[in-house]
């Protein structure tokens, strides 16, 4: 069993930086590959970035080049640095966790969730 617990939602305005993160406790975190996903209103949950447990990264072409991804396994910590935000990246963001060292993208494929932390970037 894995928690996952984010942190490091608000408020910013468009243009601005966010950082979150998502600490897991319950197991090892190896070979534990983590994802970001978001949900906003009216819409699908969708797959925003990926890492696996050896470094190896995947994010969406909607966010490429402006998010990244990162974790520190020594802290059971995986981050989500979000730059040059918009408003449509307004949404409720999810950490998750699957076991194994493949790069997965689809939500059904992940055993643990988050809460959620909600992100907001004013226009």
């Known amino acids: 069993q894995v928690q996952l617990v984010e942190s490091g939602g608000g408020l910013v305005q468009a243009g601005g930086s966010l950082r979150l993160s998502c600490a897991a406790s319950g197991r090892s975190f190896r070979d534990v590959g983590m994802g970001w996903f978001r949900q906003a209103p009216g819409k699908e949950r969708e797959f925003v970035a990926v890492i696996t447990w050896g470094g190896i990264t995947y994010v969406a072409d909607s966010v490429k080049g402006r998010f990244t991804i990162s974790r520190d396994n020594d802290k059971n910590t995986v981050y989500l640095q979000m730059n040059s935000l918009k408003p449509e990246d307004t949404a409720v963001y999810y950490c998750?966790?699957?076991?194994?060292?493949?790069?997965?993208?689809?939500?059904?494929?992940?055993?643990?969730w988050g809460q959620g932390t909600q992100v907001t970037v004013s226009s």
């Open positions: 998750a966790a699957y076991t194994g060292n493949a790069i997965y993208v689809h939500s059904e494929l992940y055993l643990y």
